[in-house]
């Protein structure tokens, strides 16, 4: 299959630390941005960066935008360029464009031209670390559809050395866990030791659940806070 190319359009704090990420996953990634230093901060970090503006047709005719997969548009505080500029990469061929959004009417008229998914990284994350200090258990929540999400939870002590199916998440809670994420020890040939993280994929009913293991599970949210309530009483 080939890699995926992605085109980052604004080295903010958002665009460069998504730069920089992707690239150190080996991404193929083009990053642009309009202020020079910015683009030289990105290059000394190893990230393959231009000079140029985003909203010149002309420019970005030139970069031969039409092989890029994804295109992500995270000028934030000029919302006329971000919405120029994801106008244009539509217009070049890129199949799916993120845009980083600074408000609702910004959302809007970037889906309106083109936006094939907007995002509020402030808001999100925020939403995100709200849950995490309301339900601790809960350690990462994504949603799959409006009623169907995945989370992944801290085991309730009473699962403690229960098999799966003596635990019932199936029948009492309507949940399927897909996967369980184990810590062992590990011990070296020179006696020291070592944490590993071992991910049980698709366990078996018999598999014993065990202190620590954290539980991958699917199911609705009304089932899943039930589930995390039973791990604070
Ligand atoms: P963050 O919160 O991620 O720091 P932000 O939302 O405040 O970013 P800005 O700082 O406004 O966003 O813009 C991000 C980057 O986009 C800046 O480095 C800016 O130079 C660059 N930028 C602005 N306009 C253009 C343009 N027309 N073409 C390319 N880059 C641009």
Do not use: C, W
Not at 33 to 57: L, P, Q, Y
Not at 106 to 122: F, T
Not at 209 to 219: H, S, Y
């Amino acid at each position: 299959m080939k890699n995926k190319q992605y085109l980052i359009v604004g080295l903010g704090t958002f665009g460069m630390s998504l730069a920089k990420v992707l690239t150190e996953k080996n991404a193929q990634v083009l990053a642009l941005d309009i202020n020079k230093e910015k683009v030289d901060d990105a290059v000394s970090a190893g990230v393959n960066a231009v000079v140029a503006d985003a909203t010149e047709e002309k420019i970005l005719r030139k970069l031969g935008l039409s092989d890029f997969d994804i295109g992500i548009v995270a000028i934030g505080e000029n919302i006329e360029a971000s919405i120029l500029s994801t106008l244009l990469l539509k217009d070049s061929g890129i199949k799916h464009i993120i845009v980083k959004s600074m408000n609702q009417s910004h959302s809007r008229i970037a889906a309106k031209v083109g936006a094939d998914r907007v995002i509020y990284p402030e808001e999100d994350m925020a939403i995100k670390l709200a849950d995490s200090l309301l339900s601790p258990s809960i350690i990462e929540e994504i949603e799959l559809s409006k009623e169907y999400n995945l989370v992944e939870l801290v085991l309730p002590q009473s699962f403690y050395n229960k098999s799966l199916s003596e635990s019932r998440v199936k029948e009492d809670y309507n949940l399927t866990v897909v996967a369980i994420k184990r810590k062992e020890t590990v011990i070296a040939d020179d006696g020291t030791t070592d944490m590993k993280e071992e991910m049980i994929v698709s366990p078996d009913s018999r598999e014993l659940l065990q202190e620590g293991d954290i539980i991958l599970v699917v199911g609705r949210e009304s089932d899943i806070e039930k589930l995390r309530q039973k791990g604070e009483k």
